[in-house]
């Protein structure tokens, strides 16, 4: 009985000494990790920040330059005929897109969403505009009509799809 005692009087606190150097290296080896994801977490942003921002301006930019207004006056000389110019028209919409496609992954949904749409409905009008024309009359008969339903809407379609992607930009970086 007496070397039972004595074994547990080295024994006891030999074992409390042992948990809690198992509770000390735990906790260290917890705080490392943690500390480790923060970095990856800080390095993962400091990568990222610059492509999302870039991400914004690039579909501020699409928006731009596919606004009718801009887009005609950037394309106005190019063709010989309606026909001709409604396709070189629809033809750098869908080369803009498609070169500013992958944006999308650094956008919310409903960002990205009113940009695809936006895209839609200009090319839409400027199909329904076409068909109201002879393909044969002169380009500028397509600038004119285009610029009438523009006028007359009073809205550019390209307005409302800015809004929202400014909006999100400055939700997520300025405020």
Known sequence: MNSLIEI???ALPAGLVLFGMYLTATSFIKKDLVD???QIKAETTKTLLPIRLQAYERMCLFLERIAPNNLLLRLSGRASNV???????LNDIRDEFSHNLSQQVYMSDEAWTA???TMNEISALINLVTRELDPASAPIELSKKLFEVVISKGISPTD???RI?????RRNFID
């Open 8 to 10: 547990l009087k080295i």
């Open 36 to 38: 480790k994801e923060l």
């Open 83 to 89: 026909a001709e110019f409604q396709q070189i028209l």
């Open 115 to 117: 940009v695809k749409n």
């Open 160 to 162: 409302e799809a800015l």
């Open 165 to 169: 992607v400014k909006d999100e930009f």
